[in-house]
């Protein structure tokens, strides 16, 4: 990651924080974990980069020597740039729907509460993740390169890496924007995502998209904003930082148990 990338990850976050001061579409609950949000970007950005040299650099290597992988190069490379590149973004953030769907299922939630953590929601908090919930997230981009191995592929999976976190900034800051409500038929707005982060399960366990909103309109997993009621964000349980930013399960049994009854209450 260059300096000109960092800039514009730093510029892009204090101008939605700007714009958040300005024009808030709810009241958050104070204080921000500022110590935490900052630890967890270093230790997100260290678990990235373990992920790429030990893990999604190797299967690309390893995947693309395939002939069955290689052989896709000359059909794919005749289709226009523009329309290869739109495919790719969708077929990526399809990808990004279905991981971020998984991270919800019983088996894998403790490695994403970290990110569900935060009672105040900003652009550094929208960054917290934990060594598992960044291979699960990162395999959608390994996945999207392997379906399209071309020089332009490899480009577009550099262009999603900016755009992933520039999203996130996006979806996470407390901005009221102008025609939100029709946006929202198409792209994710900070207020859709919102309702993700809700303490009740049973809205957070919803509105699983990124960039595009229709997924969850598509596979049944939108909540309107209207619909929600409450201001409280976060979890609704206890866990130390340190377990919940390396993805560990609480301590204690019982609030293990009424987290896991709270997740069985949302499915039903």
């Given at each position: ?19 958040a ?26 678990f ?6 030990l ?29 290869i ?6 077929f ?95 792209i ?10 809700h303490?009740?399960r049973r ?59 709270a ?5 039903s």
């Amino acid at each position: 990651m260059n300096l000109q990338v960092i800039l514009i990850y730093i510029i892009t976050g204090l101008l939605l924080q700007f714009l958040a001061s300005k024009f808030p579409f709810r009241k958050l609950e104070q204080p921000r974990e500022y110590k935490w949000d900052i630890a967890s970007v270093l230790g997100a950005t260290l678990f990235s980069a373990l992920f790429w040299m030990l893990l999604g650099t190797p299967l690309i290597i390893f995947f693309l020597d395939l002939p069955w992988i290689s052989s896709l190069q000359p059909d794919i490379s005749a289709i226009p740039p523009i329309l290869i590149g739109l495919i790719q973004l969708l077929f990526t953030d399809f990808l990004f729907y279905w991981a971020h769907r998984l991270l919800h299922t019983q088996l894998f939630w403790h490695a994403h509460a970290w990110h569900h953590a935060p009672k105040h929601l900003w652009w550094l908090a929208g960054l917290r993740a934990s060594p598992l919930h960044v291979v699960l997230m990162g395999l959608p981009l390994v996945i999207s390169y392997l379906a399209f191995p071309t020089a332009q592929g490899g480009t577009m999976i550099v262009i999603l890496i900016i755009i992933r976190v520039l999203n996130q900034h996006w979806i996470h800051s407390n901005v009221r924007f102008p025609f939100e409500r029709q946006l929202e038929w198409i792209i994710v707005t900070p207020r859709v995502h919102f309702v993700h982060h809700h303490v009740e399960r049973r809205f957070s366990d919803k509105n699983f998209g990124f960039i595009f909103s229709f997924w969850d309109r598509l596979f049944g997993t939108f909540v309107h904003p209207d619909v929600v009621q409450g201001e409280k964000l976060g979890l609704n349980y206890k866990n130390t930082n340190l377990r919940l930013l390396l993805g560990v399960p609480p301590k204690n049994k019982k609030i293990q148990e009424k987290s896991d009854s709270a997740f069985k209450d949302a499915q039903s």
